[in-house]
């Protein structure tokens, strides 16, 4: 082999995670489970975070009758200080998935400034103050290893206008401080990108699509159906489909990136 393969890192090199440890908010969730998953299976020590206990137990027996190694951190992210007292007690953080939300009303009728408020403090507030309170464990992931990585959950709806046809009668659509907190996802993902690029802390944001879980799937089947004809692959997305793209941006795969936003939509931004 010559010298200049020889160098290059293996597959596993690239993408793998062995050694490596991860924290996921809103874990038990639709997309924060998966993410979970593929983390862990990636070769990552998961830390599920989120609300309930019970929830992020249950997940995490599932988890580790595949011999994956996970733990329960149940705290709410918008407890400033019971998040702080967690992310002291790390010594190395080398990847942080800011995933969990809340406050999000059914119709935008409902989205007054108390719900504007909610959504703002999980989705952009709780973003920062976890990223400052995580920040000495992953400069120590970055002197060990390299780098660490800071994943935050943005949306379509942080490039785009929701399509309302889409939702038509369906009685629930996406309210508007939902779109208002994920476009200052984004803008967050690049300052704290060049703030902390000298670190070797990247930061970037992973913008999903209609992902809808079981739920929406049975109760608004037309919704569903309607988000797929508007997107260019003609379909929505599937629960396991975003594991890869947060593996991507967690791994040495995306060492080179940060500041950058990256789509997963089937193509719905591309029209």
Known sequence: ????????????????????????????????????VALARAGAHVILNGRSKAKLEAFADELAEEGLSVQVAAFDVLDHAAAASFFATLKRLDVLVNNAVTGLPTTADASRADAFAATLASGITAVNENVQAALPALKAAARAVGQASVINIASIYGHRSPSFATYGDSGFDSPPQYAASKGGMIALTRYLACRLAP??????????GVFPWPEIEQAHPNFVARSGQRTPMERTGRWCEIGGPAVFLASDASAYMTGADLLVDGGWTAW
């Open 1 to 36: 082999m010559s010298p200049r393969l020889a160098s290059f890192p293996t597959h596993a090199q690239i993408f793998g995670l062995s050694g490596r440890t991860a924290l996921v908010t809103g874990a038990a969730g639709h997309l924060g489970s998966a993410m979970a």
């Open 199 to 208: 670190d070797g802390v990247r930061v970037n944001s992973l913008s999903p």
